[in-house]
């Protein structure tokens, strides 16, 4: 655990728990996390981030690398790429955000290189800022700006609940210190969540700790989701290995068993044909359409998908590999907490959402494709987010921290010593696995499927919101097997009301798209999962206070 408890304020202990004040919490340490806290600390305010993993090296990005969504403000170029965006996004998106998020990356980026970052050179010895392949060193960099700027990081300390004052406004939160048993409280002016996406623990690399918290804490308060629906993205993998890059498998030929090629397989838009095989019989491939100066850039520039093969003894350029696809969900998927103006403030006050935990729409609409977007959005958004966070807590001023509050964390939060009402968390996890991750029921969707999937999710939430957490070291993954419910349900409930197929949402009942449908859906509600219809385009001075909850249109009283 790192500390500088000068810069955050008082700090009192006990035998049981940990409790800070700040004026701006952070959940969640990955890229937008990162990029929320520094852009509030530079405000000058106090601030303090928390993460599920270290800060630094968990998540998806540290494991990884990505690309990002670097264009020069050429205004030919920038139109190009926005104009590219629409169709693939089921004309979701919105030009004007996406003019913001290449606007703010931009700058981000060149910060980045600023503070010593080692983009590569083209061979004219241009930097090139559209890779940020070394992931590693891109979190190591952003958690020595963090605390530089005077940021207190608790490193292996996941929050399980929001605390909110007695208006509803969010007020901090509080979680557990794995690694000294300790809960932890932070009283703060505002809250940044940045927890990430949910991958449904599907085994994706650095995807682990990205289980839906941040939706669950944000649902319990009250906030809205938006883009659920289009929570349903698979990559394709080696079949021993974790790794989803896709952009090697540009190069790949995929084949039946017995080498025959597979018509119109490929790891973008052609990963649908790839799952309709996977459900009978396996799939492989080989890397055999690369140069030999391909194969050296990929290995230079993708060095980690290539470690699995080395260590098995496979050449990938010349020799079959099996495959599989592995389900990245809202990671790489565009639905997450809805963002009600262009501060990335949520439709609960003093809460804010960045990154994956954010919906995506805005700039990728129903389809998101490579990670440059994901990784441009979470610059920039994480970026707005903590310096909205940081003025709505400097309004705030000492009040702030004289507030009355209470946790919210309305399932799998107390411990219990009653063993008769053991919270089963690994078959909660499994139950809602086998819902959410076969292509034949969340990729190829139809509306009996959905309904029953959705019908046994709903008895899961019936059976888990009557039973409690036994030990305390039991709630972390009680809390994510809760998150994963919820999530799943947000998901299935919005297909259903989407009845036609647009971007990841392909429904094979209502195979076209429907131009009467070319709207946003938001969602929500715990006991009671409601959907419905976005109102009206987001607006620029939209206040918190306006957004009201919309009523439901779906719902399952429980």
Request: charged share 20%.
């Given at each position: 655990m790192s500390t500088n408890l000068s810069q955050t304020g008082k700090i009192s202990t006990s035998s049981s728990q940990l409790e800070l004040e700040t004026d701006v919490l952070v959940i969640g340490g990955g890229p937008a996390g990162t990029w929320a806290a520094?852009?509030?600390?530079?405000?000058?305010?106090?601030?303090?981030?928390?993460?599920?993993?270290?800060c630094g090296s968990s998540g998806a990005t540290a494991a990884a690398g990505t690309s990002v969504w670097y264009i020069p403000p050429d205004p030919q170029q920038r139109e190009a790429a926005i104009a590219s965006r629409e169709p693939v996004g089921g004309f979701l998106c919105d030009r004007r955000w996406m003019a913001r998020v290449l606007d703010r990356t931009y700058t981000n980026l060149n910060m980045l290189a600023d503070w010593g970052y080692p983009f590569p050179v083209d061979d004219e010895g241009r930097p090139y800022r559209r890779s940020l392949q070394q992931g590693a060193e891109y979190m190591r960099l952003m958690r020595k700006k963090i605390k530089k700027a005077g940021v207190q990081i608790l490193d292996h300390s996941p929050a399980l609940e929001l605390l909110v004052d007695p208006e509803g406004m969010v007020a901090g939160a509080a979680g557990v210190c794995r690694q000294i048993g300790e809960r932890w409280k932070v009283r703060a002016g505002a809250v940044v969540i940045a927890t990430g996406g949910c991958a449904f623990l599907s085994k994706v690399l650095g995807c682990n700790v990205l289980t839906g918290d941040g939706y669950l804490m944000a649902a319990e308060a009250g906030a809205q989701m938006s883009g659920m629906e289009f929570s349903n993205a698979y990559a394709v993998s080696h079949a021993f290995s974790?790794?989803?890059?896709?952009?090697?498998?540009?190069?790949a030929?995929?084949?039946y068993e017995d080498g025959t090629v597979i018509e119109g397989a490929d790891a973008h838009k052609g990963y649908p044909v790839i799952a309709r095989v996977l459900l009978t019989q396996p799939v492989y491939a080989c890397l055999d359409k690369a140069t030999p100066e391909e194969q050296e850039m990929m290995r230079t520039v993708q060095h980690n998908f290539f470690l699995p093969f080395d260590r098995m003894g496979i050449n990938p350029f010349t020799q079959r590999f099996p495959v599989t696809l592995r389900l990245e969900g809202t990671v790489r998927g565009t639905g997450g907490i809805r963002i009600v103006d262009d501060t990335c403030a949520s439709s609960v006050p003093g809460l804010y959402a960045a990154g994956d935990a954010a919906t995506r729409e805005l700039i990728c609409g129903a389809f998101t494709g490579g990670g440059k977007y994901n990784a441009a959005w979470a610059t920039s958004s994480g970026f707005w987010a903590g310096e909205a966070a940081a003025s709505f807590a400097r309004k705030l001023g000492n009040k702030a921290n004289q507030r009355s509050v209470q946790g919210i964390g309305g399932v799998a939060v107390r411990s219990h010593n009653d063993s008769d009402r053991n919270f089963p968390s690994t078959e909660i996890i499994r139950s809602v696995q086998a819902e959410i991750l076969p292509y034949d029921r969340n990729l190829f969707r139809t509306e009996q499927g959905l309904s029953e999937s959705l019908s046994r999710l709903h008895d899961l939430w019936k059976e888990i919101r009557n039973s409690e957490?036994?030990?305390?070291s039991q709630l972390v993954q009680a809390r994510e097997a809760t998150a994963?419910?919820?999530?799943?349900?947000?998901?299935?409930a919005s297909a259903l009301e989407r009845t036609e197929t647009r971007g990841l949402h392909k429904?094979?009942?209502?195979?076209?798209?429907?131009?009467?449908?070319?709207?946003?859906?938001?969602?929500g509600g715990l006991d009671q999962v409601w959907v419905k219809t976005?109102?009206?385009?987001?607006?620029?001075?939209?206040t918190q206070s306006q957004?009201?909850?919309?009523?439901?249109?779906?719902?399952?009283?429980?």
């Open positions: 520094w852009s509030a600390a530079v405000q000058g305010v106090r601030v303090i981030l928390v993460d599920k993993g270290y974790s790794v989803t890059k896709r952009g090697c498998f540009r190069w030929t995929f084949t957490v036994v030990e305390e994963m419910v919820a999530t799943a349900r947000w998901m299935y429904h094979l009942d209502y195979p076209q798209p429907d131009p009467n449908q070319q709207h946003r859906l938001l969602s976005e109102p009206s385009v987001i607006k620029t001075e939209i957004v009201q909850n919309p009523k439901s249109k779906i719902g399952v009283a429980l």
